[in-house]
């Protein structure tokens, strides 16, 4: 069974990966993506906080607490992979600035295929990282489709909407398979990490990112809410598939990074309701 589900596990990431990337480019347009982007101020603040601040953070806490050198790898890679699939959905429920954080989406997702095979080797330097190979990889399942989306989108408004959908319920489908599979195969080494640090610091990479992110968002609540998700979440998809590729031999990377998606669907979900915005009274 084990076996079959670790054959499994590759093909289901690179179906969630390019669905998704694909109906993000068919629900966007290039305005739409640039337009939120335009307040340098908040631009710089996501960019600096996502590929400085939060890795040296992860990087911190995991030598602090002493952490396995693979989970320490799994907390690191996370930390690097900006750019969350969650964050629009986070920041809709919340009524908060949905704009923005599709448009940091965009902009973090173009930003990590190239940051994350040049930085790895700085954050974690006695890991070898193939960076030919990861580039092209990363290229191939990410940007090509997210291309391929926004040049359906700009020819087809139609076409785009309705191949929209169906992306979306593929990647819905396969992002459930992923954390199934995921699960099956690692459900003992999580009752394991109980009394450990493991957990601790998986829980301050999330409660971190988003309090920083929420920090650099303010005054406007809105928006502070967008940064908050934007940060406190990570690219899940990214880092399991450089993980699967990267640290093939070391399975307990890719249960730190099993273990922070958990922790930010448990933590992030509940706060996207709680700190729900209401809307303002109606005027004539």
Do not use: W
């Amino acid at each position: 069974m084990d076996e079959f589900l670790s054959h499994a596990l590759s093909p289901v990431i690179l179906i969630y990966v390019i669905s998704g990337m694909l109906a993000l480019g068919l629900s966007q347009t290039v305005r739409q993506i640039f337009e939120p982007l335009r307040n340098m101020r908040i631009t710089i603040s996501a960019v600096v906080a996502s590929y400085i601040i939060l890795p040296l953070i992860a990087a911190s806490i995991a030598r602090l607490f002493g952490l396995d050198p693979a989970l320490r790898y799994g907390l690191v890679l996370i930390a690097m992979c900006a750019g969350a699939e969650i964050g629009p959905v986070l920041t809709a429920t919340s009524n908060a600035n949905v704009r923005l954080s599709g448009g940091i989406l965009v902009m973090s997702i173009g930003i990590t295929i190239i940051y994350l095979p040049l930085m790895l080797g700085v954050f974690l330097p006695d890991v070898q990282i193939p960076m030919g190979h990861l580039l092209l990889k990363l290229f191939l399942t990410i940007v090509a489709p997210l291309l391929l989306g926004l040049f359906i989108k700009s020819r087809s408004e139609k076409i785009a909407h309705t191949a929209e959908k169906y992306m979306h319920v593929i990647s819905r489908v396969f992002v459930t398979l992923l954390t199934v599979v995921v699960l099956l195969l690692y459900y003992k080494q999580f009752i394991g990490l109980f009394g450990t640090y493991a957990i601790l610091a998986g829980l301050i990479s999330v409660v971190g990112g988003f309090c920083i992110g929420y920090l650099l968002g303010l005054p406007d609540r809105g928006t502070s809410l967008a940064m908050g998700y934007m940060h406190g979440a990570r690219n899940a998809s990214v880092a399991v598939m450089v993980a699967s590729d990267v640290f093939r031999d070391l399975p307990n990377v890719m249960l730190m990074i099993a273990l922070v998606v958990v922790l930010i669907l448990v933590i992030l979900i509940p706060v996207s309701y709680l700190c729900r915005i209401k809307p303002g009274p109606a005027t004539n």
